[in-house]
């Protein structure tokens, strides 16, 4: 079960660690909500340590990681030519794999059409959290990102809308 979690992981960290490396900034306009900031690894590190069976990889110095509230999120984006139906391959995949995954509940999947680009929004339950994931991709299909949202359970709404937000206004250069 983490076996798959970790394949996951790695998957999707993976492709975007072989993506050519550019500044964030200078590939993505994630449309994050103002009142959220970036935050910086020892900042993390000391809030991450009372998460039990988080999923974020806040160690790490790839992508950039935000705090609100009680909610995490981790952005990472590259480029990287990548084919037109990546995200449908990887949402096919993701629907083979969550039901094997027994610590994963509530799992949904859609691909949307949004400003510039096209995105892959999972969502599921976990043992002690919720998760978003966005996969996104630009029309040209070179540049991609992919944000994970973690949160409790109680902090529903505010993830859903921080997620409506990011889709609302997220803008690839």
């Known amino acids: 079960m983490k076996k ?6 790695l998957f999707a960290n993976g492709y975007l660690a072989n993506a050519q490396e550019k ?14 900031e970036k935050s910086d690894k020892q900042k993390m590190q000391s809030f991450m340590q009372n998460r039990k069976n988080s999923q974020i990889d806040y160690k790490t110095n790839k992508g950039n990681i935000y705090k609100i509230y009680n909610i995490v999120i981790k952005v990472n984006a590259g480029c ?13 995949f993701s ?16 691909i949307i059409s949004n400003n510039n680009s096209r995105s892959l929004l999972i969502h599921y339950d976990s043992i002690d959290f919720s ?17 994970r949202i973690e949160y409790k359970k109680e902090d529903e709404l505010k993830a859903s809308k921080i997620v409506d937000h990011i889709l609302k206004n997220m803008r690839f250069k």
């Open 131 to 147: 998760y978003y994931s966005i996969q996104s991709v630009n029309l040209d299909n070179n540049k991609t990102a992919i944000a």
């Open 4 to 9: 798959i979690i970790i394949l996951i992981a």
């Open 80 to 92: 990287s030519k990548v084919a037109a139906n990546f995200l449908e391959e990887s949402k096919n």
């Open 95 to 110: 629907d083979e794999l969550a039901p094997q995954i027994t610590t994963q509940k509530n799992y949904s999947s859609k």
């Open 23 to 36: 500044s964030f900034d200078n590939i993505l306009d994630f449309g994050l909500p103002k009142e959220i």
